[in-house]
């Protein structure tokens, strides 16, 4: 993990970036798929979905949590990348899902900068580091 700062800017020009953006979903796809059968099952997801940690922290202090009201938010967060309900996930829907996702971000993040805690392959880490790669350049 690191602390990085970051903005909307950052994130759209990430996004934006199709080359860069597709090949880190591509990464990302292929180390969830762990069956290699070109699918996302809701059990390959359900470790990026605990990765987002979207209630089990409050402020960034762990807490205890309902074991059912996570399985029920970790299902809608699948069914949301599952835009054909089919019971799986493919690249097209996960590469879109997460674009939607990390648009929605930029827009609540704003233009000011912030400081962030960082996973170190995480997108949001991708795209600073897209970003810190074009200043040093």
């Known amino acids: 993990m690191s602390v990085e700062v970051l903005d ?3 994130i759209v020009n990430f996004v934006e970036d ?6 880190s979903i591509c990464d990302r796809f292929a180390h969830l798929d762990t069956n290699h059968d070109g699918l996302l099952s809701y059990a390959e997801m359900l470790k990026e979905l605990k990765s987002l940690r979207v209630i089990e922290t409050h402020f960034g202090i762990d807490v205890k949590s309902n074991p059912d009201e996570l399985a029920q938010v970790y299902g809608s967060l699948f069914d949301l990348f599952d835009h054909d309900s089919s019971g799986t996930v493919d690249l ?3 590469e879109s899902e997460t674009k939607r ?4 971000m930029a827009n609540g993040l704003g233009f000011l900068p912030v400081q962030m805690v960082l996973e170190e392959d995480s997108f949001l880490k991708k795209a600073v580091e897209r970003e810190s790669s074009k200043v040093a350049a």
């Open 8 to 10: 909307a800017t950052t």
């Open 101 to 104: 996702m990390m648009l929605a």
């Open 18 to 23: 199709q080359e860069a953006f597709h090949v």
């Open 92 to 94: 097209e829907e996960f």
